[in-house]
T-cell receptor, first 112, second 115 residues
Framework: LAKTTQPISMDSYEGQEVNITCSHN???????ITWYQQFPSQGPRFIIQ???TKVTNEVASLFIPADRKSSTLSLPRVSLSDTAVYYC?????????????FGAGTRLAVHP | DAGVTQSPTHLIKTRGQHVTLRCSPI?????VSWYQQVLGQGPQFIFQ???????GRGNFPDRFSARQFPNYSSELNVNALLLGDSALYLC??????????????FGPGTRLLVL
């Protein structure tokens, strides 16, 4: 199972772009990369998922280099409401949910 | 549309007691998973159920058990509670198309405090 490494915490200011990088050196060929967001006392919420290159949705962008050993979640123009914990997960193509490993995540604090 | 619902929202028990947590998935979702989240850590997988069958189990003792009902709702049972069982228990549902990358939708969780 691929292990992920993320910064423990990050600080930003409203209106800035935030990039959170996740390292997954032993990612397997069929693994996908998924990011979740979690607010205090709530369950995690799916943000974005990708396999390679770049994926963009209405919330964020996900950049994955050719070697796929890392990925970067990009949040454009953050607001105070983006203050949350962000989790990077590497999910195998098949198998049970016991292979979905949540690490400690990155605690993002957005300041006025 | 209603999301994943869990009950109760908060619960206080004492060591040695038993607890039952309940989860109702999103309408149309047939898979339910349970996670334990200790303060300051990410969620840890406990169980997955699909069509009333256990699909996966995490590294938790036999004191933890679960089941899924014909309407796809689920219960998580924990016996002989320990102080270390204090955590936020999350339920997640998915359509389970058979592909792991499908999105899981999490409920708000049940916060359990064991004294």
């Amino acid at each position: 199972l691929a292990k992920t490494t993320q910064p423990i915490s990050m600080d930003s200011y409203e209106g800035q772009e935030v990039n959170i990088t996740c390292s997954h050196n032993n990612i397997a060929t069929n693994d996908y990369i998924t990011w979740y967001q979690q607010f205090p006392s709530q369950g995690p919420r799916f943000i974005i998922q990708g396999y390679k290159t770049k994926v963009t949705n209405e919330v964020a962008s996900l950049f994955i280099p050719a070697d796929r050993k890392s990925s970067t979640l990009s949040l454009p123009r953050v607001s105070l409401s983006d203050t949350a914990v962000y989790y990077c997960l590497v999910a195998p193509f098949s198998g049970g949910y016991n292979k979905l490993i949540f690490g400690a995540g990155t605690r993002l604090a957005v300041h006025p | 549309d209603a999301g994943v619902t869990q009950s109760p929202t908060h619960l206080i028990k004492t060591r040695g007691q038993h607890v039952t947590l309940r989860c109702s998935p999103i309408s149309g979702h047939k898979s339910v998973s349970w996670y334990q989240q200790v303060l300051g850590q990410g969620p840890q997988f406990i169980f997955q159920y699909y069509e009333k069958e256990e699909r996966g189990r995490g590294n938790f003792p036999d004191r933890f058990s679960a089941r899924q009902f014909p309407n796809y709702s689920s219960e998580l049972n924990v016996n002989a509670l320990l102080l270390g069982d204090s955590a936020l228990y999350l339920c997640a549902s998915s359509a389970d198309t058979g592909v792991l990358q499908e999105t899981q939708y999490f409920g708000p969780g049940t916060r359990l405090l064991v004294l």
